[in-house]
């Protein structure tokens, strides 16, 4: 089959597409044939080996690949046909169409054209009403945002939040589960993007290049969730605009954030974040929203398995709006 593949850490340039044999489906999985896959900003991260210096950089590298990468394809989300089914499979049967997200520790990326996957992993059935690139590229942001707003966050119905970075893909998708929960949603991102972040549900968007979205006067009444899903902020900065019991939901650890989580995060429970499991049953949720008609892709731009170089580049640019689609 062929695949993306990233043999050394580096820039886009790095990523190559080559012949790489097809997967072997063992009991309990399914073979699917990836129809469409998304570029997020952790594939790009991963590839450049983007990672905070010194408290991560070690164990990131005997985690990812010491030399080089270890998995050298890239890639969490899938949508996609299943082909075939191994032993003991009942979910699923051959020409249903899926979608879903593999483990990066337990399965080959989807930056390819077969994936084998456990039927009792983050695979459902691909929403009707959605095309393949809508669902190749819903679960990074779909099953992030809602493990940080509903497992770490515990967000109820009525609560004030601020989602920092709204326009990405996390952003998006936290404004949507968000606002599906009932609570009452402000979006940061810049004013070329607030009215795409309005259309999703935002309640407010505060323009960060015109607004200080960490100046009390500034948002108002203080918040009961602040979710930073770019790494641009911090629990001290927002500290003044949110309440007593606040949470503030760190997508990005840095090593700030670590000493933040060692110490006053741990006493208080006031920062708090995590590696999202990729769980089923959020997966289900995500599926049910899309289903309701509660949740839409945002797509910013899509491309052929072999522009995926281009694809890199445009994740690793601060302009992208929502998700980056690779068709394959």
């Not at 899903?229 to 949110?242: F, H, N, Q, R, Y």
């Amino acid at each position: 089959m062929r695949a993306a593949v990233v043999r050394r850490y580096g820039p886009p340039e790095v990523v190559s597409i080559e012949e790489v044999p097809d997967p072997v489906v063992k009991p309990g999985q399914v073979l699917v044939r990836i129809r469409a896959t998304g570029v997020s900003r952790g594939d790009a991260r991963v590839r450049g080996f983007d990672i905070p210096r010194p408290v991560f950089w070690l164990p990131a590298r005997l985690m990812l690949g010491v030399f080089r990468p270890r998995k050298p394809v890239l890639g969490t989300e899938f949508a996609g046909v299943v082909e075939a089914v191994g032993e003991r499979v009942t979910r699923f049967k051959v020409g249903d169409a899926v979608f879903g997200a593999a483990k990066f520790a337990k399965n080959t990326g989807t930056h390819c054209e077969l994936l084998a996957i456990g039927e009792d992993e983050a695979i459902a059935p691909k929403p009707e009403r959605m095309s393949f690139e809508e669902a190749g590229c819903v679960a990074f942001g779909c099953l992030t945002a809602g493990y940080f707003l509903r497992r770490l966050g515990k967000l109820k119905a009525g609560e004030r939040v601020l989602i920092i970075g709204a326009s990405g893909a996390v952003g998006c998708a936290a404004v949507q589960i968000a606002k599906h929960a009932s609570a009452t949603v402000v979006g940061v991102c810049s004013g070329a993007n607030a009215e795409l972040v309005k259309s999703i549900g935002a309640d407010e968007v505060i323009d960060y290049t015109k607004r200080d979205h960490t100046d009390p006067a500034v948002v108002g009444e203080p918040f009961d969730v602040v979710f930073d899903t770019v790494g641009a902020s911090s629990l001290g900065a927002c500290k003044g605009i949110m309440t007593e019991n606040g949470r503030f939901l760190a997508a990005v650890m840095g090593v700030r954030e670590m000493v933040q989580l060692m110490t006053n995060g741990l006493r208080t429970r006031k920062l708090r974040s995590g590696v999202d499991p990729q769980s089923p049953e959020e997966l289900e949720r995500c599926r049910a929203m899309i289903e309701e008609g509660a949740y839409r892709s945002v797509i910013d731009s899509e491309y052929p398995l072999e522009d995926i170089v281009e694809a890199h580049r445009r994740a690793d640019s601060d302009r992208k709006r929502g998700n980056v689609v690779v068709r394959v």
